[in-house]
Nanobody
Framework: QVRLEESGGGLVQPGGSLRLSCVAS????????MSWFRQAPGKEREFVAS????????YYADPVKGRFTISADNVKNTVYLQMNSLKPEDAAVYYC???????????????WGQGTQVIVSS
């Protein structure tokens, strides 16, 4: 059964750091692209970052460039999102996503994780 299992969400102060993890099971290596999306209350789900299982190519949404880092460990079948210098506007539910090609919107996503909430507050 295809599954994306997320962990690492929580409450952090502005300027703090948090690392999200996503374990992919059920033919993870047939999912060519792994991504992170986020959705704040009352807003649409938006793209955050994407990576492939191999190689060094990475894609980031402009608001997180220089602060977030996506990475993939194909030995552990795990994708990470390292979030540094967190801002209140980063607060959202973060979703792990798998797809055949790099998605720029939720329409291009084939599989979703359950979501993990990130709260940025003092």
């Amino acid at each position: 059964q295809v599954r994306l299992e997320e962990s690492g969400g929580g409450l952090v102060q502005p300027g703090g750091s948090l690392r999200l993890s996503c374990v992919a099971s059920g033919r993870p290596f047939n999912w060519y692209t792994m991504s992170w999306f986020r959705q704040a209350p009352g807003k649409e789900r938006e793209f955050v970052a994407s990576t492939y299982w191999t190689g060094l190519t990475r894609y980031y949404a402009d608001p997180v460039k220089g602060r977030f880092t996506i990475s993939a460990d194909n030995v552990k079948n795990t994708v990470y999102l390292q979030m540094n210098s967190l801002k209140p506007e980063d607060a959202a539910v973060y979703y792990c996503a798998g797809s055949r090609i790099r998605p720029t919107s939720p329409v291009g996503v084939d599989y979703w994780g359950q979501g993990t909430q990130v709260i940025v507050s003092s």
